[in-house]
Structures are given as C-alpha cells and as structure tokens.
C-alpha cells in the first residue's frame, strides 16, 4: 500500500512539474511571438490586394505602416485607419472616428483588427493544442473587443511568427476564415509575412495581399496618432 502510494504522489507531482512545464512554455512562446509582433522601429510594406468578390478593391494600392504597437493603413483613394491594440480608429469625412465593430479593410476578407500587433493579453486562458513539424498550435478566445469567439494560432517556433490562424465568430464551432503568412521576410529584428491569404468560409471568397517590406526611419510619426487622420498622409 505504501509503495502504491508513492507510486501515485509520483504521477501527481509528475503531472504537477509537467503543467509548469507547459505553462512556462506557452508563455515563453507568446511573449516571443509578441516581441517579433511589435515593431522596434518603424517598417512600411507597399501592399497590393487581390481579391474575389463580393470585394471591389482588388488592384488597389496599399500601404502599411508600422511603429511600436502601432499600424497605420491606407488605401490609394480610400480607407485610412490606426490600429492598435484595444483600439481602431478610422478617418470618416476628413475626421477620427472609433472603428466599427468587425469593420474590414475596404471590402476585403481581412478585418482591421486582423492587422493589429500581436499582444499575449490578445488572448483568454490560451492553451496548447498541438505541438508537432507544422509549428506550436495555441486555441484561446480573444480578449474584448474582438468580434472573433476564438482564435486558433499556428506558431513558427523558431520564427517566432504566426503562420497560420483560424477565425470563429459568433460561436466557437463557427468557423469564417482561415488566414495564411508565408513568404517570411527579415525586416529589422522581425520576420515579416511578404504573402497574407485569407479564405472566408462565409462569404466564399479569398483575399490576397503581398507586401514588399522595407525600413521606414523617415515614417511620419503624426500617422501613428489618431490626429494624423484627419490630414492627408502624403503616403501616395
């Protein structure tokens, strides 16, 4: 009987080092996922869109700028928008105005909050699916305001980057979307996606964006404040 009991405080604290384990583990890749996320100095990418319809932009020329935790994203002759995390503002008729909830970029498959940098406080009790040859597989529900019911990651573990993201709105068995990053190019201390497809189960289209990444040191830092919206960026 002792010896059987021994044999099951040995599990316990077998399980017990083993959830620590996993709980450091997951931690750690999050919080290097964030740090390749943020940008430590500023990047611009030269976006081109293409995509099916419903989406009407497909051709546009686009630009993203980002700086610290800040995206700011522009469309030649449309939609201009800051995001950050819990919060995206939009210009509307030369003023700021708070993003919808769910509002995309144009009419493209991808949401603005799709283009926010990633931030471990993003998700609720993330947990790990999978660990395997595809990269580290977190399932979490985003934190509000995110209109998404949960969110499942793909993680290039030793790119530190998201690669791979499954999108469920309105209840957690409800998938819309599955976005893909490829292409991934070194811009500063970060790996950047050159490729982003997205495939909307909902709507049954695709969007594509690929982006040309570059340094941006001469980034105008009004662009990364919601004032810089209500002026032209000289971006185009």
């Not at 100095?41 to 700086?67: F, H, M, N, Q």
């Not at 105005?97 to 970029?105: D, P």
């Not at 970060?190 to 001469?218: F, M």
Request: hydrophobic share 45%.
């Amino acid at each position: 009987m002792r010896s059987a009991s021994r044999i099951a405080c040995a599990v316990v604290v077998c399980h017990a080092i083993s959830a620590v384990a996993w709980a450091e583990s997951l931690a750690d890749a999050l919080a290097g996922v964030a740090a390749n996320a943020r940008f430590d100095a500023p990047a611009r990418a030269d976006v081109r869109i293409e995509c099916t319809a419903p989406c009407t932009v497909s051709g546009t020329p686009a630009v993203l700028l980002g700086r610290g935790d800040a995206v700011y994203v522009e469309l030649k002759g449309g939609m201009r928008a800051l995001v950050r995390p819990n919060r995206i503002d939009v210009a509307r008729d030369g003023k700021v105005a708070a993003a919808a909830a769910g509002e995309a970029l144009a009419d493209t498959d991808v949401l603005l909050e799709d283009l926010s940098v990633f931030t471990p406080a993003a998700l609720k009790l993330p947990q790990i699916s999978d660990d395997g040859p595809a990269g580290l597989v977190v399932t979490a529900a985003p934190s509000p305001p995110s209109v998404y019911a949960l969110l499942v990651h793909t993680i290039d573990r030793d790119r530190h980057a998201i690669v791979r993201t499954l999108y469920y709105r309105d209840a957690i068995n409800n998938l819309e979307k599955t976005r893909r990053d490829s292409a991934l190019v070194r811009v500063g201390k970060s790996w950047r996606p050159g490729e982003i497809a997205v495939e909307s189960v909902r709507r049954g289209s695709h969007t594509h964006l690929a982006l040309a990444w570059k340094d941006a040191p001469d980034a105008p830092p009004a662009l990364f404040e919601p004032a810089g919206l209500e002026k032209p960026s000289g971006l185009f």
